[in-house]
């Protein structure tokens, strides 16, 4: 398996624009996590989903921020319109099942100015 | 509710020295225990785990982690540090009735020759 599979790996985007990340889960993975990491404020969870259905979206930051899964080998992680403080590395993992050991992407690292 | 605690920071130690990171824990029930390791510019990558069983848990590379429910800690060892492993370690919790694992703030390890 090629593993947890981001993209994509580099962003750079003005403000106010609109960014979607992509992510593709490892096949037979039936939770997937979008996470979110800087400096600042070190890893953060933003959503979570379990057999393609968001189960809890409390860390999302705020309502420019949305996320889908519209089948189990796919997510979309979108910014509308994006803010230069939206700069970060987002990750996106997967699991066999919530909870035991994730298998992380290789991150989008997002900048944007 | 469940949480994770790393103390500090940062640890430095010498190569061929042994190394310790620690982590402490609470869980109202009974925690599954992961360690992660995170090499610049790449994604967490999964070290080891405890489920059950086994107070001693051995991982990846050579790393080695002890499970202690007394003092509700999960240490990460390694009896004989390489440079190769200076990164940053992060321990994770899940509480077997929660649906998700909540991380610890991360510790960043650096190996000296």
């Known amino acids: 398996d090629a593993g947890v599979i981001q993209s994509p790996r580099h962003e750079v985007t003005e403000m106010g624009q609109e960014v979607t990340l992509r992510c593709k889960p490892i096949?037979?993975?039936?939770?997937l996590f979008w996470y979110r990491q800087t400096m600042m404020r070190g890893l953060e969870l933003l959503i979570y989903?379990?057999?393609?259905?968001?189960?809890?979206d409390s860390g999302m930051p705020e309502d420019r921020f949305s996320a889908k899964m519209p089948n189990a080998s796919f997510s979309t992680l979108k910014i509308q319109p994006s803010e230069p403080r939206d700069s970060a590395v987002y990750f996106c993992?997967?699991?066999?099942?919530?909870?035991?050991?994730?298998?992380f992407g290789s991150g989008t690292r997002l900048t944007v100015v | 509710a469940q949480s994770v605690a790393q103390p500090e920071d940062q640890v430095n130690v010498a190569e061929g020295n042994p190394l310790t990171v620690k982590c402490t824990y609470s869980?109202?029930?009974?925690?599954?225990l992961f360690w992660y390791v995170q090499y610049p510019n790449r994604g967490l990558q999964f070290l080891l785990k405890?489920?059950?069983?086994?107070?001693l848990v051995k991982g990846s590379y050579g790393f080695e982690a002890e499970f202690n429910k007394s003092q509700t800690s999960f240490h990460l060892k390694k009896p004989s540090a390489l440079v190769s492993d200076s990164a940053l370690y992060f321990c994770?919790?899940?509480?077997?009735?929660?649906?998700?694992?909540?991380f610890g703030d991360g510790t960043t390890l650096t190996v000296k020759p």
């Open positions: 869980v109202s029930g009974n925690p599954y």
């Open positions: 096949s037979g993975h039936n939770s």
């Open positions: 993992a997967s699991s066999l099942q919530t909870g035991l050991g994730y298998t």
């Open positions: 994770a919790v899940r509480d077997t009735n929660a649906g998700k694992s909540t």
């Open positions: 405890y489920i059950t069983g086994d107070n």
């Open positions: 989903f379990n057999n393609n259905v968001p189960i809890d």
